[in-house]
């Protein structure tokens, strides 16, 4: 097929709001980029983000590799719309009416919530994501918890951003727990069983002795070297602290 015959490759905001050549004539016979996006997140879910190939995802639809260039013109592209089908389809929790500290904490908790379904999907949610629906409509619900508070506009996107920073840092780390768990083939308790009598050998208290009072305290109040939930929890609350002296700086002047 020549230059000037071969059908241009969708660009990426125009596949975010289905809104190129292809999309006002209607789906081509027999596959959508709904159907592609689809595939690639449940792939993305069963098997880990670097199992969704073109290649992979062209068997897993039965068909040509070269076909799905024609709904998506890479795996970047692709990446951007699985995330952005994520936000469109997630959970929100009313904030309207709701104390500041309980708005803010029901967009972290969805957020969360969104990235333990989907592990891959923390890893690959850009900061600057493109522009799409299921991001604009996520955008504008979270920064409705933060309306009214007494930030100006800037600080409202800051507060947000370092709230949603935060999010994903703590859910990559729970999903790097969960993977080293499971690559273990052991809970925590019994990976505590097999390996605490070495450490009481090699952890002396007299040379670590801070190191082994907290640890030991904090092991037996989580049975776990690491509590992801109580994790999230702790550094949930003590981000809404900081926030506490903004919210509450039109109060004092």
């Not at 389809?89 to 967009?107: H, K, Q, S, Y």
């Not at 009214?148 to 859910?171: K, N, P, Q, S, T």
Request: proline residues 7%; glycine residues 8%; charged residues 25%.
């Amino acid at each position: 097929m020549s230059a000037a015959t071969e059908t241009p490759r969708p660009n990426l905001l125009e596949l975010l709001w289905r809104a190129g050549p292809e999309a006002s004539r209607g789906p081509r016979k027999g596959l959508t980029v709904d159907a592609v996006v689809a595939a690639a997140i449940g792939l993305a879910d069963s098997e880990g983000l670097d199992a969704v190939t073109v290649r992979r995802l062209a068997q897993e639809l039965g068909k040509a590799p070269m076909t799905l260039y024609t709904y998506v013109p890479g795996k970047a592209e692709l990446v951007a719309l699985m995330v952005d089908f994520l936000f469109g389809g997630m959970e929100r929790t009313p904030v309207d009416g709701l104390p500041w500290r309980e708005r803010l904490t029901a967009v972290a908790r969805d957020a969360y919530a969104l990235y333990r379904a989907h592990p891959w999907a923390a890893a690959a949610s850009p900061s600057r994501p493109p522009l799409g629906p299921g991001q604009c409509g996520k955008y504008e619900h979270e920064l409705r918890a933060l309306e009214g508070l007494g930030l100006d506009d800037v600080e409202m996107d800051d507060a947000l951003a370092h709230l949603l920073g935060f999010v994903r840092i703590a859910a990559q780390d729970a999903a790097q727990a969960d993977a080293e768990r499971a690559a273990s083939a052991m809970s925590d308790q019994e990976w505590w069983e097999a390996n605490g009598p070495l450490l009481a050998r090699v952890l002396d208290p007299e040379r670590f002795p801070t190191a082994v009072r907290v640890g030991q305290a904090a092991g037996e109040a989580h049975d776990a070297a690491y509590d992801a939930e109580h994790a999230f929890r702790f550094g949930l609350e003590r981000m809404l602290d900081g926030f506490a002296p903004l919210v509450e700086r039109d109060r004092h002047e």
